[in-house]
Nanobody, 124 residues
């Protein structure tokens, strides 16, 4: 009943920029926190940045000062502006929504969701 769809990935040269988007759709009532994770080749999935419903953010040390996370609560959309990209930023980037409450008149549920991932490749 709820889907997260990412977009905006691609191939970029080192030093370039990309903007990722993630839109949650379905019978959504509210979303607690949202975040971006990434998984590079041969690596574990790691947190890149996350943001609470009231706008509090946190970033991985490796992206501080280069990446900016933002969300539009009215559109249930999450963004990640990535600048000064480095080859080590190459990874599949995943959108995560925590505490998604959805439902209708007769039921209401809360769970977490993941997007399908979008590839970001930074060439040197």
């Amino acid at each position: 009943q709820v889907q997260l769809v990412e977009s905006g990935g691609g191939l970029v040269q080192a030093g370039g920029s990309l903007r990722l988007s993630c839109t949650a759709s379905g019978s959504i009532i509210s979303i607690n926190a949202m975040g971006w994770y990434r998984q590079g080749p041969g690596k574990q999935r790691e947190l890149v940045a996350d943001i609470t419903s009231n706008g509090s953010t946190q970033y991985a040390d490796s992206v501080k000062g280069r990446f900016t996370i933002a969300r539009d609560n009215a559109k249930n959309t999450l963004y990640l502006q990535m600048s000064s990209l480095k080859p080590e930023d190459t990874a599949v980037y995943y959108c995560n929504a925590i505490g998604v409450t959805y439902g209708g008149t007769y039921y209401r549920r809360t769970r977490d969701y993941w997007g399908q991932g979008t590839q970001v490749t930074v060439s040197s």
